[in-house]
């Protein structure tokens, strides 16, 4: 069956860095790994995307091993506006078939 | 620079009705996906069109659903004879290049009485 695998909830305090990791074992060779952040009644908001090692943006940085079976998004010194559940996104490829799969979520609460 | 709209943003139906729900990809974007979201759940992929043509929709029931993206005009995703376990929030995306991130609307919520 393909699919990711992610935490479903993390609890932080502000100023904290915050690691939440998506296992994804039949990423399709060609895809990005993209990271999305969404609060209620709203769409997913895009954070970050890479294809391997380490990418870094003005908001986050993602980590990817060689074998890119999994992925880590980090957020530097969280604050509460930061509460929100966070998605990964990736193409699995499995026999012949290929899919857009997004993770279960991660509910990330960031306490004062 | 408009993102992606999609409207309406909300939708009430009766069951049995059709819902046609529409988006407008951000300027440039000829690739348009759509996903569908259940309360406290994550989202599912249905379909993924470029400019008139269907590229995968895997994840559309076989029933009642259908999607386009004509050559003018925004994406339609059409549900037919609608039930209750239509009720949902169906987000749209679009982005330039398939690799490319996509980029998210704010959703229609589709509600069946």
């Keep these: 069956l393909a699919k990711t695998t992610q935490p479903i909830s993390m609890d932080s305090y502000e100023g904290q860095e915050v690691n939440i990791t998506c296992s994804h074992n039949n990423i399709a060779t060609n895809d990005y790994i993209t990271w999305y952040q969404q609060f209620p009644s709203q769409g997913p908001r895009f954070i970050i995307q890479g294809y391997k090692t380490k990418v870094t943006n003005e908001v986050a940085s993602l980590f990817i091993p060689a074998d890119r079976k999994s992925s880590t998004l980090s957020l530097p010194r969280v604050s509460l506006s930061d509460t929100a559940v966070y998605y990964c996104l990736v193409g699995l490829r499995m026999d012949s078939s290929y899919k857009l799969i997004f993770g279960s979520g991660t509910r990330l609460l960031v306490r004062p | 620079n408009a993102g992606v709209m999609q409207n309406p943003r909300h939708l009430v139906r009766r069951r049995g009705q059709e819902a046609r729900l529409r988006c407008s990809p951000m300027k440039g974007h000829s690739h348009v996906y759509w996903y569908r979201?259940?309360?406290?759940?994550?989202?599912?992929?249905?379909?993924?069109?470029?400019?008139?043509?269907?590229?995968?929709?895997?994840?559309?029931?076989?029933?009642?659903?259908?999607?386009e993206f004509p050559k003018e005009g925004p994406s339609i995703l059409r549900i037919q004879q609608v039930v209750r376990g239509d009720s949902a929030a169906y987000f749209c995306a679009s982005s330039g290049q398939p690799n490319q991130p996509q980029h998210f609307g704010d959703g229609t919520r589709l509600s069946i009485l």
Aim: aromatic residues 10%.
């Design chain 2, 37 to 67: 979201q259940l309360p406290e759940e994550g989202l599912k992929f249905m379909v993924y069109l470029q400019k008139e043509n269907i590229i995968d929709e895997s994840g559309m029931p076989k029933e009642r659903f259908s999607a």
